[in-house]
């Protein structure tokens, strides 16, 4: 049996500052917003890769800053994206 965590990290001195282990038959979707919920992230910049823009997720920022990817076939995550595309 495999175990899976996802971590927060502070790039700029190199540590870990949460961990949370991905329960069985389940997945980051429901683990991040867990590890976000013990973080204080009120006023930091949040990189996630793409899941990160499930809603489950995005809604749950705490006054957090997200940086996140654009799919363009995600069409609930990126509506305000793809309008300013078209404005262009």
Same mark, same amino acid.
């Given at each position: 049996?495999?175990?899976?965590?996802?971590?927060?990290?502070?790039?700029?001195?190199?540590?870990?500052?949460?961990?949370?282990?991905?329960?069985? &038959?389940?997945?980051?979707?429901?683990?991040?917003?867990?590890?976000?919920?013990?973080?204080?992230?009120?006023?930091?910049?949040?990189?996630? @890769?793409? +899941?990160?823009?499930?809603?489950? +997720?995005?809604?749950?920022? &705490?006054?957090?800053?997200?940086?996140?990817?654009? &799919?363009?076939?995600? &069409?609930?995550?990126?509506?305000?994206?793809? @309008?300013?595309?078209?404005?262009?």
């Amino acid at each position: 049996m495999e175990i899976y965590h996802i971590s927060a990290y502070l790039t700029y001195i190199g540590i870990s500052i949460g961990q949370v282990k991905v329960e069985d &038959k389940s997945n980051e979707i429901t683990a991040i917003p867990e590890l976000l919920e013990i973080l204080d992230v009120e006023g930091c910049i949040i990189t996630i @890769d793409v +899941i990160g823009t499930q809603t489950e +997720i995005m809604d749950n920022k &705490k006054g957090g800053n997200f940086v996140l990817p654009v &799919k363009m076939n995600n &069409k609930g995550a990126n509506r305000e994206t793809i @309008d300013f595309q078209k404005m262009k």
